[in-house]
């Protein structure tokens, strides 16, 4: 309430004679809220509360004009507050990929991202964002076993498994950063993509990092909060790769080669979203994640089917569930 009051006050200012509302908009799975500022001229904002002992601002700001310069739809800062964490940006409405894609119109819709996707990584340059490199995707990776494993599952691995598991992870991060880099947005799906002209509106960037050129495809083709026919996912995947060759983007000459490149790619991402939505729910209280671990289980299981080498991983996942089942008074969500 106290940093509600603070947004009412510096909105009042802005607007001395406007009369300035404050609607929520949402929360997301950092400090950050979101409050739509509506006027009484009819114009609207949204105002980006987030608290600067636990995030910076300068960084959305940065991100937001590299984007732009991209040519994307990324919201505006209109107005900036940095000693209070608030930023007034301009309002990208309330339709959501998540809300509005249907079979009907998801060839339309991804069209449109990955036309986006790759116009962000067209302005890829090293030395601008963060390198997405080993250290940063292995400490993600740490996350399975530390939050899922040992915190939702409640389990603890033997030194066996806990070293099959570190070899699966060596194999995997030696393939992520075999790909070429571009601008990573780190979170590039339904939830961040909003329906808007020109399409798609583009939140939550952030984060963006430096990193390797799948990592944005999987993250909107194998979404953990909707779900696609391998046919489809196929299609769009074999699409973004023609384009991305025409733009001269460091994908692999070879689909197979750049499809084995976007599975394994996933796998890393997903055994971090495992671990990040444990976290989300035991530390942070957020437990509406943990309705999406099922999916993304899913995906980590028929990567794993597809490949010899993550067989040690498949096995795992099966004995430790097992244990975990068999000692639990109720069925565990994402098992």
């Known amino acids: 309430m106290q940093?509600?009051?603070l947004i009412q006050s510096w909105l009042e200012t802005l607007f001395p004679h406007l009369s300035p509302v404050l609607t929520p908009v949402c929360a997301d799975a950092s400090f950050r809220r979101y409050f739509r500022a509506s006027l009484s001229n009819a114009d609207h904002y949204i105002v980006m509360d987030a608290p600067p002992q636990h995030e910076d601002c300068r960084s959305f700001i940065r991100i937001a004009e590299l984007f732009a310069a991209a040519g994307v739809n990324?919201?505006?800062?209109?107005?900036?507050n940095l000693e209070s964490g608030l930023l007034l940006l301009t309002d990208l409405g309330?339709?959501?990929y998540l809300g509005q894609l249907d079979p009907a119109n998801a060839h339309s819709l991804y069209r449109d991202a990955i036309d986006a996707l790759i116009l962000i990584q067209r302005a890829s340059r090293p030395g601008v964002l963060e390198e997405y490199d080993r250290a940063m995707l292995a400490r993600e990776l740490q996350l399975f076993p530390d939050w899922y494993l040992t915190r939702h599952l409640g389990v603890e691995l033997s030194a066996e498994q806990a070293g099959q598991l570190q070899g699966v992870f060596a194999r995997l991060l030696d393939s992520n950063l075999a790909q070429?880099?571009?601008?990573v947005h780190r979170d590039f799906h339904s939830?961040?993509?909003?329906?808007?002209a020109p399409n798609p509106g583009i939140l939550d960037f952030q984060d963006a990092v430096y990193g390797p050129i799948t990592y944005d495809l999987v993250s909107l083709l194998r979404d953990a909060y909707i779900v696609w026919d391998e046919e489809l996912v196929l299609d769009w995947a074999i699409r973004y790769w023609e384009k991305a060759?025409?733009?001269k983007l460091p994908v692999a000459d070879d689909f197979a080669v750049f499809y084995r490149d976007f599975e394994w790619m996933g796998m890393q991402r997903h055994l971090k979203v495992l671990g990040i939505f444990a976290?989300?729910?035991?530390?942070?209280?957020?437990?509406g994640y943990l309705r999406d671990m099922p999916l993304v289980l899913d995906y980590v299981r028929a990567t794993a089917a597809r490949y010899a080498e993550f067989g040690p991983l498949l096995r795992l996942l099966d004995e430790l569930h097992d244990r975990a089942a068999g000692s639990a008074p109720t069925p565990l969500i994402g098992t």
């Open 245 to 247: 060759r025409r733009a």
């Open 279 to 287: 976290r989300l729910h035991y530390r942070d209280g957020k437990s």
């Open 94 to 96: 309330d339709t959501t």
């Open 3 to 5: 940093r509600q009051q």
């Open 74 to 80: 990324v919201p505006r800062v209109e107005q900036q």
């Open 180 to 183: 070429g880099r571009v601008f």
């Open 191 to 196: 939830r961040n993509l909003m329906v808007t």
